[in-house]
């Protein structure tokens, strides 16, 4: 992987990947479509318009230069919209296609399924709210939170349900922190299924939450934290979703949260209120949290003795694997993205850690023969996305584009034949192995897999 040397060189173009999912046959047609990208590109949901692609003609055509330079717009000569027109401010209608999106074929109820958060065109490492991946198992629901109760019981001194008024008037917290989908990366384990970045990692978001730690509630409650070494969390959904917690973990950073990135939980996150559960797969934040029951043994629940299961290559079932290791992607260039220069290149991704903050990753060009050092960038977070940049001189030549992720415990990102040799190739959850991105002589990004 060269650096970039000319400090002068204009970077890359890179198409965009489309927003919309592409089957096999569209990704060929598209494929086809180089030469004349720009003129397909609005109709691939690409979001170039027609507008744009007459400026980009009328500059190359006109000696005198870009006349979206030299010839004053509406918006430079007009009057533009008054104050508070909306209410509630909403994205410019050119980014209309940015969108989170369900797989299709996933799953077959829409009530009980996934919607991907678009990491291919993420900025930072905050999701905004309303990209915020989805994960429902009966449904979102917008409840009343007059009427939304949180009970503690179990091996407390003073059993107590708590309003939504009450508990918002305690001291609160606001932490930065990923939550990833324990199936993230799920249907990659035996080949590669999907094109993009959005598919293969969009079950994964990053936001501010804001809400009173779950310590102090079980302090207000008195609750007995000898005996009581598991706490179980269940939500009021039709799905009941409940989750066994150590009390060890829930002593340390979880928050009983109703706020996300300065506002209220949006419906589909959780609103009134969720548990946050830092640094382990998204079931066990229960959105709509009605119960914590504090008990002296795990419970036992079926959403994490039948399902939320690692399948072993042995045939056995591991129970209670929660912990989201050290994982990292490459977001651009990324699959179903075309480089259409050579030349410089910002490689741009996100690294993660559900045991701390990550403290270098490396990116490859050659599939894994050769890493260098990328740039962190900040804030750097425990338990948190961490955006990471690194220079590079594409030369036309084919590549194999690789990130690998090391966290402060000194976990590194395991290859994926290293995944394999101990999980097999039959799992669901818990895929964190290294994502290749194969770019060919023709600028074209595609997801393959090697070891």
């Not at 010839?71 to 007009?78: A, F, I, R, V, W």
């Not at 003795?305 to 042995?314: A, G, V, W």
Request: net charge positive.
């Amino acid at each position: 992987m060269k650096p970039n040397t000319d400090p002068g060189a204009l970077p890359g173009r890179i198409r965009p990947a489309p927003e919309n999912f592409l089957d096999h046959a569209q990704t060929k047609r598209a494929a086809r479509a180089r030469r004349g990208f720009m003129a397909r590109a609005l109709a691939m949901g690409a979001g170039i318009s027609a507008t744009q692609l007459a400026g980009q003609k009328a500059q190359a055509e006109s000696p005198q230069g870009d006349p979206a330079i030299l010839d004053l717009p509406e918006h430079s000569t007009g009057l533009g919209q008054p104050v508070a027109s909306s209410g509630y401010g909403m994205p410019s209608r050119w980014e209309r296609n940015l969108q989170r999106r369900q797989s299709p074929g996933l799953t077959q109820v829409g009530a009980s399924s996934v919607s991907f958060c678009p990491l291919q065109s993420l900025f930072g490492i905050i999701t905004p709210s309303g990209l915020h991946f989805e994960r429902h198992h009966q449904g979102w629901w917008d409840i009343d939170p007059s009427q939304h109760r949180l009970m503690l019981h179990g091996l407390v001194r003073a059993p107590r349900v708590f309003t939504m008024d009450e508990l918002m008037r305690l001291p609160s917290v606001s932490r930065i922190h990923f939550i990833e989908c324990g199936a993230n990366t799920g249907m990659e384990w035996g080949n590669v299924a999907v094109p993009t970045v959005q598919y293969t990692h969009g079950m994964l978001s990053c936001s501010e939450f804001t809400g009173v730690r779950l310590s102090t509630l079980l302090d207000l409650v008195g609750a007995d934290t000898t005996k009581g070494a598991y706490l179980l969390a269940e939500g009021a959904d039709g799905s009941s979703m409940t989750r066994t917690i150590a009390m060890a973990r829930a002593l340390d950073d979880v928050i009983v949260a109703w706020a996300m990135n300065g506002e209220m939980l949006r419906p589909e996150n959780g609103y009134p209120l969720r548990l946050v559960v830092p640094g382990v797969q998204g079931v066990s934040w229960v959105k709509y949290l009605r119960r914590i029951e504090v008990g002296d043994q795990p419970f036992y629940t079926k959403d994490e003795t039948l399902h939320y299961i690692d399948m072993m290559p042995d045939g056995t079932h591991r129970q209670f694997t929660s912990i989201q290791e050290v994982k990292s992607v490459i977001t651009s260039p990324s699959g179903g993205q075309m480089l259409l220069d050579k030349g410089y290149y910002n490689v741009s991704g996100l690294a993660w850690s559900g045991r701390g903050r990550v403290v270098r990753v490396d990116v490859s060009a050659d599939g894994g023969r050769n890493w260098r050092p990328a740039r962190l960038e900040e804030p750097s977070l425990s338990k948190a996305l961490t955006r990471f940049n690194i220079d590079w001189v594409w030369d036309g030549q084919p590549a194999l584009l690789q990130s690998r992720a090391t966290d402060e415990t000194g976990q590194v990102q395991p290859r994926l034949n290293q995944l394999r040799a101990v999980r097999g190739t039959r799992s669901i959850y818990h895929n964190n192995a290294i994502q290749t991105w194969k770019l060919a002589p023709s600028g074209e990004v595609s997801n393959v897999q090697i070891g």
